[in-house]
């Protein structure tokens, strides 16, 4: 079992930037490929970032690359997402996911994730 708290979110000017963070109980954390998804009011989720549990391998969606960084300290069983040039449609509820894959540069971009957290909203005001 892993549950995962996300916190960092806020409200920021466009053009500013944001950490966000991820942390997982359990011991097992290391063992997990994470990722990022985000809804916005009315919309589906959808997917933002994802990492393998090595941290060796990373996926973005095309609306955030170049803008978002996400990385992960297996030792403070936490991940980030470093959001930076944020726009407006870039508002949104985040949530952060957990999935047991055993490759270490496996990823998972669907929201097919074994566990999820409650989500930390980011509104960005233009």
């Known amino acids: 079992q892993v549950q995962l708290v996300e916190s960092g979110g806020g409200l920021v000017q466009a053009g500013g930037s944001l950490r966000l963070s991820c942390a997982a109980s359990?011991?097992?954390?290391?063992?997990?490929?994470m990722g990022w998804f985000r809804q916005a009011p009315g919309k589906e989720r959808e997917f933002v970032a994802a990492?393998?549990?090595?941290?060796?391998?990373?996926r973005y969606a095309d609306s955030v690359k170049g803008r978002f960084t996400v990385s992960r300290d297996n030792a403070k069983n936490t991940m980030y997402l470093q959001t930076n040039s944020l726009r407006s449609d870039d508002t949104a509820v985040y949530y952060c996911?957990?999935?047991?894959?055993?490759?270490?540069?496996?990823?998972?971009?669907?929201?097919?994730?074994?566990?999820w957290g409650q989500g930390t909203q980011v509104t960005v005001s233009s």
């Open positions: 996911a957990a999935v047991r894959l055993s490759h270490p540069l496996s990823i998972r971009t669907s929201k097919d994730y074994d566990y």
């Open positions: 359990g011991r097992t954390f290391s063992s997990y490929a």
């Open positions: 990492i393998s549990w090595s941290g060796g391998n990373t």
